[in-house]
Nanobody
Framework: QVQLVDSGGGLVQPGGSLRLTCVAS????????MGWYRQAPGKQRELVAG???????NYADSVKGRFTISRDNAKNTVTLQMNSLKPEDEAVYYC??????????????WGQGTQVTVSS
């Protein structure tokens, strides 16, 4: 069993910052790509940022220069530092990780989601 737990969402004013954290636990052999996705009401889930095990990153154009993704392989965590938040960043944010389990099964796992609300 593998579990991803997202945290760090909340209410923030435009221009403010939030830091999201995702911790993976369970029967993990290795974690490959990790990333953050978001889904706003009435919209499809979209990739916000991704990071490889080696630390290579990619970002959606809409968040470049404002968001930073990082990971700690020893702690099985991925974080998303979000600065200069805009109302259009408001969404439920989900962590995703590509994980090989101890039973040598490779699959994508998702966190439960954390709400980010940007409002004055």
């Amino acid at each position: 069993q593998v579990q991803l737990v997202d945290s760090g969402g909340g209410l923030v004013q435009p221009g403010g910052s939030l830091r999201l954290t995702c911790v993976a636990s369970g029967s993990i052999y290795s974690i490959y790509t990790m990333g953050w996705y978001r889904q706003a009401p009435g919209k499809q889930r979209e990739l916000v940022a991704g990071i490889s095990r080696a630390g290579d990153t990619n970002y959606a154009d809409s968040v470049k220069g404002r968001f930073t993704i990082s990971r700690d392989n020893a702690k099985n965590t991925v974080t998303l530092q979000m600065n200069s938040l805009k109302p259009e960043d408001e969404a439920v944010y989900y962590c995703k990780a590509n994980i090989k389990t101890l039973s040598v099964r490779l699959a994508d796992y998702w966190g439960q989601g954390t709400q980010v609300t940007v409002s004055s």
